[in-house]
């Protein structure tokens, strides 16, 4: 089984940091894509940041220039760097992995979430 843990979620003030990390663990043979989803109270859960051999890093436009992805590919762990926070960050960041486990079959998990609010 693959697994994934996200941390570093937390309360800031609008324009301060947070880094997010994401921990995926288990039986993995190789790991394709790592993302971060977040998804506000009440809307749908919407694509923050992505990173692959296929696309590069893709960053949402809302987050452009103020949030940076960096992998650590031997510890399986992506971390979210988020600067100049603003109130409308506020939400449940979720790491979404996809790869191959160690039987060579294809996995897709998530973890449970980390929550960010931006709040003065």
């Known amino acids: 089984q693959v697994r994934v843990v996200e941390s570093g979620g937390g309360l800031v003030q609008p324009g301060g940091s947070l880094r997010l990390s994401c921990e995926a663990s288990?039986?993995?043979?190789?790991?394709?894509?790592m993302a971060w989803y977040r998804q506000a109270a009440g809307k749908q859960r919407d694509l923050v940041a992505t990173?692959?051999?296929?696309?590069?890093?893709i960053y949402a436009d809302s987050v452009k220039g103020r949030f940076t992805i960096d992998v650590e590919n031997t510890k399986n762990t992506m971390h979210l760097q988020m600067n100049s926070l603003k109130p409308e960050d506020t939400a449940v960041y979720y790491c979404?992995?996809?790869?191959?486990?160690?039987?060579?079959?294809?996995?897709?998990?998530w973890g449970q979430g980390t929550q960010v609010t931006v709040s003065s």
């Open positions: 979404n992995v996809r790869g191959l486990t160690k039987n060579l079959s294809p996995y897709d998990v």
């Open positions: 288990g039986s993995i043979f190789s790991r394709n894509t």
């Open positions: 990173v692959s051999h296929h696309t590069g890093t």
